[in-house]
């Protein structure tokens, strides 16, 4: 890997600094998800199961179609990930209150506790990380990930109030 440098760069856009920053993500990536990923094999889940248990964590009362919007996967593939949380009493469903066809999905306390110790590894990680950084880093690196994610995405995250209103140009 290419060492990162101090300092910023004014040429951050050329190929190499654009490819620095990719495999910055992908070992990002693979550290943040390896402890996890330990803990997701002793059930016999992978990571499809910690991406369900995560957001129906963060989500309560999430429907299946919220859920699959979120995910960007098949319903096939959903429903064999769902049913086996499902039917091991990681997560419960309840028909909708105005759908009855709608599905609610909840975790159970079993599924809490598993979500916290999926999760706590990775909260660490990101929070030694925006120590180490301080706080006009952190801001950066949200807008930069910010501006990974498409902007469907990106207006949904900004309305369920997890970001202020986009900054108006001066045109």
């Given at each position: ?15 190499e600094?654009l490819?620095q ?7 990002a ?5 390896a ?7 002793e059930y016999?889940f992978g990571?499809?199961h ?13 429907t ?26 990681f ?6 209150t ?8 909840e975790?159970?306390?079993?599924g809490v506790t598993?979500e ?10 990101i929070a030694r990380?925006y120590r ?15 501006g ?5 995405d990106?207006?949904?995250?900004r309305?369920r ?5 986009p900054?108006?140009?001066g045109?």
């Open positions: 890997m290419t060492d990162v440098k101090s300092g910023a760069n004014p040429l951050f856009l050329r190929d600094e490819r920053g990719m495999e910055l993500v992908f070992y990536y693979r550290d943040f998800t402890e996890p990923d330990a803990m997701l094999a016999g990571r499809a910690h991406r369900v248990i995560y957001f129906v964590g963060r989500n309560p009362g999430i299946v179609s919220d859920l699959l919007d979120i995910l960007q996967i098949t319903k096939q593939s959903l429903s064999r990930v769902l049913s086996q949380l499902v039917r091991e009493e997560i419960t469903q309840k028909p909708g105005r759908d009855r066809r709608q599905r609610l999905l975790l159970t306390d079993k598993l916290k110790q999926l999760s706590q590894n990775q909260r660490d990680r990380a180490a950084a301080g706080a006009e880093a952190v801001e950066g690196y949200r807008k930069v990930i910010l990974m994610i498409n902007d469907n990106r207006e949904k995250f309305k109030g997890n970001l202020p209103p900054k108006k140009t045109r």
